[in-house]
């Protein structure tokens, strides 16, 4: 079985304030993939980055970063001078080999982010 | 990116009609799409995987003959909710999965469809 955990369920930040949103995953396969959505008010979810469990590289897109670690199964996503308009659910999302066989994208809870003028 | 669309992006039912929703995707040929289901402030479920010419795969505890799935050509899928009742009132997401090889495995995501059953 694959499972995401954010821990975080909401989180709240001033404008311009760094803000970092974690998440851990659990999976028994060796070759998997790690993604991050944004999902606005609107509902329509944004893919923001994906990550193979053979590239262990940190990626910098603007003022957004994330951080894989294989080492603590982590795959934590840090914002930047953070703006209003980064107010959103994100979501963190694994794809791998589930018991069933299939491969399927399974979902962390999500952690709403508010950023406040 | 790749872009999805959904329609309809709103929907009000009497309870005991049924509903068909569409997803295409719309700048790529997808051999593999997705439905998921979202409640109020929760995760997205996966539903089911629907397959290009062929049955869908349902997760367990979905009923098949409540939710309909048809995968009719690479670029549209669609999901008819049977006899709607007010429980399956819900927030219905579709994907499709990207398929270049350098993309693999990335699901592209549809605005989704608020449906109500009253």
């Known amino acids: 079985a694959q499972k995401v955990t954010q821990a975080q369920t909401e989180i709240s930040v001033v404008e311009k304030e760094d803000v970092t949103l974690d998440c851990v995953y659990e999976?028994?396969?060796?070759?998997?993939?790690l993604f991050w959505y944004k999902q606005p008010p609107s509902g329509e979810l944004v893919f923001l980055i994906r990550?193979?469990?053979?590239?262990?590289q940190n990626e910098i897109s603007g003022r957004y970063s994330w951080n894989f670690q294989k080492s603590t199964s982590s795959f934590n996503f840090t914002i930047t001078a953070s703006q209003v308009v980064d107010s959103a659910v994100y979501f963190c999302a694994l794809s791998g080999l589930m018991d069933t066989g299939r491969r399927a994208l399974t979902f962390g809870s999500g952690t709403r982010l508010q950023v406040q003028p | 990116g790749a872009v999805v669309s959904q329609h309809p992006s709103w929907v009000i039912c009497k309870s005991g009609t049924s509903v068909k929703i569409e997803c295409r995707s719309l700048d790529f040929q997808a051999t593999t799409m997705f439905w998921y289901r979202q409640f109020p402030k929760q995760s997205l479920m996966l539903m089911a995987t629907s397959n290009e010419g062929s049955k869908a795969t349902y997760e367990q505890g979905v009923e098949k003959d409540k939710f309909l799935i048809n995968h009719a050509s690479l670029t549209l899928s669609t999901l008819t909710v049977t006899s709607a009742h007010p429980e399956d009132s819900s927030f219905y997401i579709c994907s499709a999965r990207e398929p270049d090889r350098s993309r693999q495995e990335t699901q592209y995501f549809g605005p989704g469809t608020r449906l109500l059953v009253l």
């Open positions: 999976t028994r396969d060796t070759t998997y993939y």
């Open positions: 990550r193979n469990s053979f590239d262990e």
